[in-house]
């Protein structure tokens, strides 16, 4: 049917030209905007010197055409013609052209710039414009569209540009034939916002540099083009706003671009110069080197996507992904890109979890970082390699997460980052980052700035300027990690609040081992700083309560423990041995409270230049008192300290290993799991020397009684909130305890509508209804199984997309929550046809033995099945029918009587209706005389049309005679 009408498009396309031609061989001329008049006319391009061209408005179009005598009234068949023009554009837009409708085309100018500042031709607002055979030199933009719609650019060629042609928010542009080259950024370009338009056979030269960008601007047609360059780049943040209606036979270098669109399921291989996906599911591109173009793979919201083995190798972007679901990218080699190795980016319309997987590749001497990962989260960074990438920048991260969350780096290697920047870095929250090796570099191992609420663990980092830096970043876990050789082993600054540091070896750097400056309620626990050439611990500028416990700091080259400007904190049960200092107290440094640590043969044990720091109960390896009265392993005699404090340990220790009273939880609190909803309720178990004092650091959601019971004050949202419980008996003994109470919602919603196990529609009719689901966490969304033939909203209302073939349809309909707990529902949906046929009922008739009668039926459904007719209850006729059309039952009797036709039309599903007429034949007359009637029939003829006449109007009769005759056959 379609080459059917193709066909006689055509046809009528080939009489209208025939037409044409032979009523006026001036408009044709014309009409096809002058191209043989005009070719034949042409003269050396920029014949003519003329300043630059400058139209606001029909009126001033039409007044400036009259002034300067160009060709043309205007209109369709009839534009203005600007031809043969040379415009120096070095003061202003060579052609600018605004606000105007009329038809004109701008035809052999040549329009050159030579500061590259203003275009050579601009249309802002203009419909109905030809641009073609220009030539185009040395502006900043050769042509340039913007919000102008219904336009053509074609035959022209344009150099020396930074772009050469650009068209912006404009529609139904059509770009065919043109030859762009040396441009210094794109050669053409279609963006934000431009629909329908076509390019076409157009030749992109300029190498070095992307030669056509598609931004944003769906329905395109794109096919034939050349590109001998960076080749495409297809970009866009919205679904919608991505893809084209044709993609055919574009290249990069005479190599072809890969481009699926819509596709499901595949596996792609072979010889290509770019991979681009649009909305594509379950593809798998494998096995492909692609080399020296923009960017060698692009994403577009593409689901349970594989890119297997490709090698992206001097790309300036590798591999972009931009929305979609479980993208995963594997054993890949990505080398030598001129910006990013790959990157992950943020779509407007997608507000799940990306949950992509970038797994085994190799991401290696990149201009700038090996990825960029952002959008809405989950993506997984597993097992690869990144090396030597930041080459022609310093502080540019190889590993780089932003603006997103739940973000998992883990069992990476990675080396060789540039001065200033991290191997990994991360300011996602919710993330973990484990297992890594970050080495060598001038930088930093990992980094992390506003990732709350993450995880930092067994990860290497040796030799670099910081091992690992913590910023701005509260609620996080970094432990059990390994951070020798570096400038600064750990670092945790800025408003970093409630984070754990535990278990991590910072050793044999060459400044600290491990600092701590600004925030509060950080808790620094059994790390091992030693070695360093500068300070074990370093604290500085800390207010409120910050712990430092159960840490080691020894052989540091000056203090095991340094506090400067530093208030409320709680420094206890550390060791600092052979130390230049063992602890140190530098000015503006206030109550603190110095307890139970091992000062052991350090040349300055102790130096406090504070004020009212609290100082008890340590043991100081140059005490010189004795323990007589009584013998309680404490000394008689206060400890001086050193410093301008003049302060003193009141009871010293006699020895290392003496063990004081202590608290301790009879059951260590543990990870916490509640549903949703509930109430929280812990009972701390202690046993303590009583008075024991206990506080928690989050007075906010919960609350701790006398008795040591921990609740929460306000109801608590799914997520993970980190407690802390401190408390001090009457021997200063501190008992910490950390975790997290978690919050989960694992409780499915429950229905409050849903359909019945069996419903029914009618056919052609429409099926609607509408689900409720409740859950104390909302309903995220409504799914069900069957998208072909339904569309479910996000309010649950499940509607037809189209009209239903008869028959059964099993459907499950599911209701889930924000954190994909769901209910479901299944039920039959059945449309049937319970509507009998439509029949027009026919009257009963009186006759003569003389006449007869015809009797005619017109039944209508959109099932017809078969019909019975009975004359006088005896099967008649029988047959199939079709809908609206006729049927009949013809009827003459010699023998008067009553008869009866009944005829029963049945449908498909076996719907009938019935309908009856009696037919009554009375006696006729006779007519016993045969009367001859001789009917003349009397013919017109008119006289031959003459020869003359009908090849002077041009054939048309005979044209069209010959049309409607091939019509006929086609047909």
Request: aromatic share 10%; net charge negative.
């Amino acid at each position: 049917m379609l080459q059917k009408r193709r066909e006689i498009k055509n046809l009528l396309l080939f009489i209208t030209l025939l037409l044409l031609f032979f009523s006026s061989q001036t408009f044709i001329s014309f009409n096809s905007m002058g191209q043989q008049s005009m070719r034949e006319s042409k003269t050396l391009a920029g014949d003519i010197v003329h300043s630059v061209i400058v139209i606001n408005g029909d009126a001033a179009f039409d007044s400036q055409a009259a002034s300067e005598s160009w060709p043309g009234t205007g209109i369709l068949g009839d534009p203005y013609l600007i031809e043969n023009y040379l415009i120096d554009a070095s003061a202003g837009n060579g052609i600018d052209i605004s606000n105007t409708g009329v038809h004109f085309v701008i035809y052999n100018c040549t329009i050159f710039g030579v500061t590259s500042t203003y275009r050579g031709i601009r249309l802002d607002n203009v419909s109905n414009a030809t641009i073609t055979e220009n030539e185009l030199i040395d502006n900043v933009i050769g042509i340039h569209l913007y919000n102008s719609d219904s336009n053509m650019i074609e035959d022209n060629e344009i150099s020396h540009c930074k772009k050469g042609i650009v068209v912006d928010r404009s529609d139904y542009v059509t770009i065919h034939n043109n030859t762009c080259s040396d441009s210094t950024d794109y050669d053409l370009e279609v963006g934000s916002y431009c629909y329908e338009n076509i390019i076409t056979n157009n030749t992109c030269m300029t190498s070095g540099e992307p030669n056509i960008r598609i931004d944003e601007s769906p329905n395109a047609t794109l096919s034939y083009n050349r590109m001998h360059g960076l080749g495409l780049v297809v970009e866009g943040n919205i679904k919608l706003m991505v893809g084209f209606v044709e993609f055919t036979d574009n290249t990069v270098n005479d190599t072809p671009i890969l481009y699926l669109q819509d596709e499901i399921g595949g596996d792609y291989t072979g010889d290509y110069a770019q991979v681009i996906l649009a909305h594509c599911d379950n593809v798998l591109v494998r096995d492909m080197i692609l080399t020296d173009t923009q960017k060698g793979v692009i994403i577009l919201f593409c689901n349970n996507t594989v890119i297997k083995n490709v090698s992206c190798i001097g790309c300036y972007y590798g591999i972009q992904i931009i929305g979609g679901h479980h993208v995963t990218v594997t054993d890949c080699n990505v080398s030598y890109s001129g910006y990013t190795g790959l990157g992950i980016g943020w779509a407007y319309d997608d507000e799940q979890f990306y949950n992509h997987l970038i797994t085994n590749s190799t991401f290696s001497y990149s201009g700038e970082r090996a990825m960029i990962i952002g959008g809405e989260g989950g993506t997984t960074i597993f097992n690869n390699t990144c090396h030597d990438n930041s080459q022609r920048a310093t502080g540019i991260d190889q590993i780089f997460v932003m603006n997103t969350q739940n973000i998992t780096i883990a069992n990476n290697t990675c080396w060789a980052a540039s001065a200033g920047s991290a191997n990994i870095f991360c300011a996602a929250s919710d993330s973990v980052i484990a297992n890594n090796t970050c080495i060598d570099s001038n930088g930093h191992g990992i980094e992390l700035d506003g990732a709350d609420r993450s995880v930092v663990i067994d990860n290497y980092c040796r030799n670099n300027s910081w091992g690992i830096k913590i910023t701005d970043t509260s609620s996080t876990y970094i432990a059990n990690n390994f951070c020798n050789e570096n400038g600064v082993g750990i670092y945790c600054g800025g408003l970093s609040y409630y984070n754990t540091i535990a278990f991590n070896n910072c050793s044999d750097g060459g400044w600290l081992g491990l600092g701590l400056s600004g925030g509060a309620n950080n808790l620094v626990w059994k790390n091992m700083c030693m070695n360093n050439t500068g300070s074990g611990i370093y604290l500085n500028n800390l207010d409120y309560i910050n712990t430092i416990a159960n840490n080691t700091c020894t052989d540091n080259t000056d203090e095991g423990i340094y506090v400067y400007r530093a208030e409320w904190g709680i420094i206890a049960n550390n060791t600092c041995a052979d130390n230049h200092d063992g602890i140190v107290l530098d000015v503006n440094s206030y109550n603190n409270s110095i307890y139970w640590n091992v000062f052991l043969d350090n040349t300055v044990n102790g130096f406090d230049d504070g004020e009212d720091n609290y100082i008890t109960n340590n043991y100081w390896s140059d005490y010189g008192g004795v323990d007589t009265t009584p013998a309680d392993g404490i000394g008689d005699t206060p400890h001086p300290i050193s410093g301008a404090a003049g302060n003193e340990d009141p009871y010293p220790w006699m020895s290392p290993s003496f063990t004081p009273l202590l608290s301790s939880c009879v059951t260590t609190p543990t990870d916490q799991y509640i549903e949703f909803g509930d109430s929280f309720y812990l009972d701390l178990d202690t046993t303590t020397p009583e008075p024991l004092v206990m506080w928690i650091d989050d007075t906010v959601r919960f609350s701790i009684d006398s008795n040591w019971v921990i609740t929460n004050t306000t109801p608590l949202d799914v997520g993970i909130y980190g407690l802390r419980v401190t408390g001090r008996n009457i021997y200063g003994h501190h008992l910490v305890a950390q975790f997290d109470v978690i919050v989960t919602d694992t409780t499915a919603p429950e229905w409050v509508l849903v359909p019945s196990s069996s419903m029914q529609v009618e056919y052609t009719g429409t099926f609607s209804f509408t689900l409720e689901a409740t859950d104390l966490s909302g309903i995220a969304y409504y799914s069900i199984n069957d998208y072909w033939n339904f569309s479910i909203g996000i309010d649950g209302l499940i509607n037809q997309i189209e009209d239903l073939p008869l028959g059964n349809y099993s459907l499950e309909v599911r209701a889930y929550d924000p954190y994909d707990n769901f209910v479901s529902q299944a039920f039959i949906l059945s449309v049937v046809d319970t509507t009998p046929p439509n029949i027009n009922l026919q009257s009963d008739f009186t006759i003569t033995t003389d006449d007869g009668i015809s009797i005619q039926w017109n039944p209508t459904d959109d099932n017809p099945g078969k019909y019975d007719i009975f004359r006088d209850g005896a099967l008649f006729r029988t047959g199939s029918w079709t809908s609206g059309a006729g049927i009949y039952v013809s009827h003459h009797e010699d023998t008067p009587g009553v008869y009866n036709f009944t005829i029963v039309v049945y449908d498909l599903d076996g719907n009938t209706v019935t309908d009856t007429v009696i037919v009554t034949v009375v006696a006729g007359e006779t007519d016993t005389t045969t009367t001859t009637t001789t009917t003349t029939t009397t013919t017109t003829t008119s006289p031959p049309p003459d020869i003359t006449l009908f090849l002077a109007i041009g054939g048309i009769g005979l044209v069209v005679v010959i049309v409607i005759v091939v019509l006929k056959k086609r047909s």
